[in-house]
């Protein structure tokens, strides 16, 4: 048995023990409300749902298991994943233990890069990533068991046994996905010697002599592994996995989710927001010019991409990560130039606009910047790469829901006509 398995044996029983006195004591008490606009809105604020994994706090930004984001900059993504399960980053004998499970996996089957191969050239990288993953589900270990006839306190083993199976071969199916829609060649074999993070870089085939590429891919894949459980994608992950649909169908119809304009899809717009800059002032601008140019932008009715968020009121430490990188390892680039100055500017020019509720940047603002430095230039790639990353918050959020038993999602849900009724009007 892994060190991750037999950790998490000893402590979901513990779990399982506080949900149940926790419900037999207060099963009754109200801890949310939901007025018409939240009911028409989205839902937003409204309680509705359990994820331990992580939090989103509007002034400290993404807190996982209880540890802000910054912290854990400089972790690999591998000992994420460990405590989005276990709530504790692995020992070093851990650490290598979740790595020996990871390379225990065989690679990508052939029949997969053929159903890939087969899609026309102008197909997604993102449709190619749920197709991919859908041609790997005839292997989940959870369907298997329970087709056998599983006890349903068994079901969150198989569920490990299907994440750690997909995390090992997702940045070799990414990575192939990424050479075949850019015609770069074929997909390169993975290097066992490699960690997760930087064995995707080296797969992705950029050409990395300092080695910089792969830091920036660990970063990238830490940042982006989790936020909560009611975005789009990890709601989506949640509602299809709690039908027993196996880890396979419920992260790739995640991942659909996270293939939107208003979802994962951001950080490209943000990247041709700061290239048109670029391009219209062939270089980096002054300060005037950038604030003219963000104050044209706003006035044609635009949005400024990259500033603002649903939840978080302050600059995004994920942010902040990627833009102490980029001062690091990128100051001569002038495209994360311009990202870095506006990031000084437009909050004073969003504060007097007056509008968004957080003039601050979020994560989207200078990813893109970075990767497009290293030579990752293809724009509808990007919201792979935050797939990849993002896979490790859905498959935690998945276990934990089969350890805790969660049932099928299914909110009631009213017609116009019943809310008519019900306000009496
Ligand atoms: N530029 C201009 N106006 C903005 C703005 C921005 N960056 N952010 C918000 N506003 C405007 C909104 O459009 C809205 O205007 P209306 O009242 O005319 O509709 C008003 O300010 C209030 O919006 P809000 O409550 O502050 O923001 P929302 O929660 O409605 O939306 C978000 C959040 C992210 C969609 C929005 O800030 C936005 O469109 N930002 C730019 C796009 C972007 O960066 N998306 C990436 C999001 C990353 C993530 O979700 O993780």
Redesign the pocket.
């Known amino acids: 048995m892994s060190m991750l398995k037999s950790k998490l044996s000893q402590i979901i029983p513990a779990w399982q023990e506080d949900l149940k006195s926790l419900l037999s004591e207060h099963g009754d008490k109200k801890i949310s409300e939901v007025n018409l606009q939240q009911f028409y809105g989205g839902c937003r604020g409204v309680k509705g749902l359990l994820c331990d994994t992580s939090l989103v706090d509007p002034e400290k930004g993404l807190i996982i298991r209880g540890r802000p984001i910054l912290e854990l900059a400089d972790c690999l993504p591998e000992e994420i994943y460990f405590l989005l399960l276990t709530g504790e980053l692995p020992t070093k004998e851990e650490l290598k233990d979740l790595q020996e499970e990871y390379k225990k996996v065989p690679r990508v089957p052939g029949n997969v890069w053929k159903c890939l191969k087969a899609l026309p050239g102008d197909t997604h990288p993102m449709v190619m990533l749920s197709i991919g993953i859908m041609a790997l589900e005839r292997e989940s270990v959870f369907r298997q068991r329970y087709d056998e006839g599983m006890k349903k306190t068994m079901y969150w083993e198989p569920v490990l046994e299907d994440s750690i199976n997909l995390l090992a071969r997702l940045p070799e199916l990414a990575a192939g996905i990424y050479r075949i829609s850019s015609g770069k060649g074929d997909p390169i074999p993975p290097n066992k010697n490699l960690d997760w993070g930087a064995d995707y870089a080296h797969m992705l085939g950029i050409d990395d002599p300092k080695g910089e590429f792969k830091k920036l891919m660990r970063l990238y894949l830490v940042l982006h592994s989790d936020?909560e459980g009611g975005?789009v994608s990890a709601l989506t992950t949640h509602v299809v996995g709690s039908a027993l649909s196996d880890p396979y169908y419920a992260v790739s119809a995640g991942l659909n989710g996270l293939a939107g304009p208003?979802?994962g899809l951001?950080n490209q717009?943000?990247l041709a927001f700061v290239l048109e800059i670029h391009k219209k002032y062939n270089g980096v601008p002054s300060d005037e010019e950038l604030v003219k140019f963000c104050w044209d932008t706003?006035n044609s009715g635009?949005?400024?991409?990259?500033?603002?968020?649903?939840v978080l009121r302050q600059t995004?430490p994920r942010f902040t990560a990627f833009n102490n990188f980029g001062r690091k390892y990128c100051a001569d680039s002038e495209v994360f130039q311009i990202v870095d100055r506006l990031f000084i500017l437009i909050p004073d020019v969003?504060k007097e606009?007056g509008?968004?509720?957080?003039p601050y940047p979020?994560?989207?603002?200078g990813s893109g910047s970075l990767l497009y430095h290293y030579g990752l230039k293809e724009f509808n790639y990007y919201t792979v790469l935050f797939g990849i990353s993002r896979a490790m918050g859905m498959l935690s959020q998945l276990v934990m829901s089969r350890a805790m038993f969660t049932p099928i999602f299914r909110p009631k849900s009213v017609g116009r006509d019943w809310v008519k009724e019900f306000l009496g009007i």
């Open positions: 936020h975005n208003l979802h951001a717009e943000c706003l635009k949005v400024i991409p990259g500033y603002g968020h649903a995004d969003l606009h509008k968004a509720k957080n979020n994560v989207d603002a």
